[in-house]
């Protein structure tokens, strides 16, 4: 009976301590405000046209760029906006549109730029960041 008791406190302690509540996280808004993650950028293959991976063998290999958020965040939605409505809580990963990152593949980075909500098939991550600024972290 006693160990039981441990064991279930001990998981509840895990549940509490796996992440932070969502009432704790900043919440971004969509463009046009500008914002600043910081995370590690890194590339992931997704699968593209012509099928978008129902036929992995000759469906072209993307490379993805994405930030790995150092804190997750939530966005909030935009009723005025026909493509950015919904909002999303404890997100932990943000595609990013930018050109010229390879240098800093694996590294930590702060960027700035705009946030918008994934809606089409080249966008793999519900929520995309368009990049003004990016800067590694020394």
Known sequence: MIRRCYTAIATLWLIACSGAPADSISWLRYE???VQLTGVLEVVQEYGPPNWGDDPLNDEKLRVPVLRLSEPVNI???SHSDIN???FEN???VQLQLDGYDSLVGKRVT???TLFAGHTGWHFKSVVMSVKVIQPIR
């Open 91 to 93: 997100v932990r990963e």
């Open 111 to 113: 960027v700035s730029g």
């Open 85 to 87: 409505t919904e909002s």
């Open 32 to 34: 046009p405000a500008i």
């Open 76 to 78: 909030s939605g935009d």
